[in-house]
Nanobody, 120 residues
Framework: VQLQASGGGLVQSGGSLRLSCAAS????????MNWYRQAPGKERELVAG??????EYAESAKGRFTISRDNAKNSVFLQMNSLKQEDTAVYYC????????????????WGQGTQVTVSS
């Protein structure tokens, strides 16, 4: 399973960005998709997660970010509005996947990360 994230960039404070992440491969089922971020000098944190119809957001993301999913395209999106400088980080999509490799297995797969930079 490979994850390809895109949509990062440089935006002014108060602006918006939409991150996308597409999973590719064969013989897998996505159980959950999440967005994490890691800012310089800080620990990686969960920003938003989507498992079935259950959604969770970090407190810092509530009211500003929206996670959504296109099951047909094995894709997840993160709409980020009212961006702040403290949102500057590398954003990673992470998929909780069940896949068939001689037997059914589950694991986490990480995308390569996309940089989001919010300027003042």
């Amino acid at each position: 399973v490979q994850l390809q994230a895109s949509g990062g960039g440089l935006v002014q404070s108060g602006g918006s960005l939409r991150l996308s992440c597409a999973a590719s491969g064969s013989g897998f089922r996505i159980n959950a998709m999440n967005w994490y971020r890691q800012a310089p000098g800080k620990e990686r944190e969960l920003v938003a997660g989507l498992r079935g119809s259950s959604i969770e957001y970090a407190e810092s993301a509530k009211g500003r970010f929206t996670i959504s999913r296109d099951n047909a395209k094995n894709s997840v999106f993160l709409q980020m509005n009212s961006l702040k400088q403290e949102d500057t980080a590398v954003y990673y999509c992470v998929a909780d996947v069940t896949y068939l490799l001689r037997e059914y297995r589950s694991g986490l797969f990480w995308g390569q990360g996309t940089q989001v930079t919010v300027s003042s």
